[in-house]
């Protein structure tokens, strides 16, 4: 990683090259979290390490601050795990591979966990320095954000004395974000029954691959395929063609983004392999057309498997599934009426799983508006009745209503005027940020804003972070350390 030696600020890209190194996607961040605990320990610093595997590392103002209101900054220690197929890479163990081109900082073929490692990178650096300007600091750092915001979710108010907290987790340079939107995860069971294969049917498996994927709230309004969506409707469409059994469907791999490929194994006479191969050729080149812009790589697969399933689900058991996947909602539902562009509510149906009781769904919702979700929740558990399942709501979090009296925000604003001679953009976030959670935790006692540097492609194998960005978002946020005094 001595690609990094020489990228600034040296600080920050030397913590973010160190914390590469351990292996820490949702669920398994507990090598990072002690990692923390020991660099607050070597720095003679006081330190907190929860249950759920949160850090709060305090460290008293600097000279002339040192009576100053203290702050929060805040960020999350896991990643997103999502590599190329052709990677060869076990994110329970392997070390990031980074690697820079031109001005932006990538992993090799993987998540670069920009999100949200440079908050914790920034953290570090701040707090490891004797020569920046700032009040009394409380560098809180989550754990399973990703995934449900559990770190969040877990925390004790009591060890937090701060009022006012600066979260590093937006990922769009010169954009302020003050208010997200709530959601949670439904998750549906449509049961399947089985039967044994027809031994002389042929057995092909259908890929949909070479999609864009992104993260299911920020990239929802992009108009990019699904690839659950995509099987949904090239079995939907073979259902009404041809003769044929549904040994499996599986897609997606995270429920918070967008699907980049799905898998379906299908069961067929040899008469019919023809029309299979007809009706997949024709939806490819509908998919091309619609798609052109926004997705223009899809593929669809077929091969001859290589074993036969030995049972697949009875009829009325796949129409049901397909019937549901076809149906499911998928993507933006409405648009805010308050903030103009602003995504209120959506879908993601983030992943499809054959297990041996039927197929296992999880749609992920957002919304800005808290009775525009539930509606919506209510709308999937209807649906997955029609076709004999059940719906379950997981990971529920709320949204982080807009503060018109934020006098934090009128301070990154006010800094930001200085230093690049414009004012920055003030927004809402069509995603889950933990700023929702603490909102509800500390009864709004807490003034808030979230800003980052520019990172693209978050959650997929491209995402790369820029690194002009990064210098520029470090010097903003040491000005914003010293103005707040």
């Given amino acids: 990683m001595e690609v990094l030696e020489k990228l600034e600020p040296a600080e920050v890209f030397r913590y973010f090259r160190e ?51 203290g702050i929060v900054i805040q960020g999350h220690m896991d990643m997103v795990c999502e590599k190329r197929p052709d990677i060869k890479h076990d994110f329970l163990k392997d070390p990031l591979e980074l690697r820079v081109v031109d001005d932006m900082l990538y992993a090799a073929g993987t998540t670069l966990g920009g999100d949200d490692g440079i908050a914790v990178a920034m953290g570090m650096a701040i707090l490891a320095s004797e020569e920046i300007a700032h009040p009394p600091i409380e560098l809180l750092i989550t754990t399973s954000e ?38 949670c995860s439904a998750r549906i069971r449509i049961p399947a029954a089985w039967e044994t294969a027809n031994p002389h049917d042929r057995v092909f498996a259908i890929t949909v691959e070479g999609l864009r994927g992104g993260h299911s709230g920020v990239d929802i309004h992009k108009g990019r395929a699904n690839a659950n969506k995509l099987m949904a409707r090239l079995l939907q469409l073979l ?42 050729s024709r939806l490819e080149k509908i998919l091309h057309n619609e798609f052109k812009t926004a ?36 993507g933006v539902q409405s648009m805010s009426m308050d903030i103009p562009g602003l995504v209120e509510s ?25 009775s525009v979700r539930e509606n919506i929740f209510n709308a999937l ?49 069509h995603a889950g940020l933990e700023c929702a959670l603490f909102a509800e935790k500390f009864n709004g006692q807490l003034d808030m804003i979230s800003a980052g540097p520019t990172i693209i492609g978050v959650h997929t194998a491209e995402e790369h972070l820029n690194i002009p960005s990064t210098q520029r978002t470090w010097n903003y946020l040491l000005d914003i350390l010293k103005a707040l005094k």
């Fill in 346 to 370: 959506s879908l993601n149906l983030g992943v499809v799983e054959t297990k041996e009781s039927g197929i296992e769904i999880i749609s992920s919702i957002r919304s800005s508006v808290g």
């Fill in 295 to 330: 997705d223009p790589d899809i593929r669809i697969l077929v091969k001859a498997a290589e074993r036969a399933p030995g049972r697949v689900m009875t009829r009325e058991s796949a129409e049901n599934v397909i019937h549901f996947l076809y149906l499911i909602p998928n």
């Fill in 381 to 429: 558990v209807v649906l997955g009745s029609l076709a004999n399942g059940n719906v379950s709501a997981e990971a529920q979090y709320p949204e982080w209503q807009y503060n018109p009296d934020s006098k934090i925000r009128e301070v990154f604003i006010a800094v930001y005027e200085k230093m690049f001679g414009q004012k920055p953009l003030v927004t809402a976030i």
């Fill in 19 to 69: 914390i590469s190194k351990i292996p820490r996607g949702s669920g398994n961040e507990k090598g990072i979290s002690d990692y923390l605990v020991s660099f607050a320990k070597k720095h003679h610093l006081e330190v907190i390490q929860d249950k759920a595997l949160n850090v709060i590392i305090k460290k008293p103002g600097s000279k002339g601050y040192e009576n100053s209101p």
């Fill in 146 to 183: 990703e995934t449900g915001m559990d770190g969040a979710m877990a925390l004790d108010p009591a060890n937090i004395s701060g009022k006012t907290l600066i979260n590093l987790d937006s990922e769009e340079e010169g954009i302020l974000t003050v208010s997200c939107s709530g959601g």
């Fill in 239 to 280: 259902n009404t063609k041809i003769d044929f059994r549904l040994g499996a469907v599986d897609g997606g791999s995270k429920h918070n983004a967008i699907a980049r490929d799905a898998r379906a194994i299908v069961c067929i006479s040899q008469a019919g392999e023809s029309a299979l191969q007809e009706q997949v």
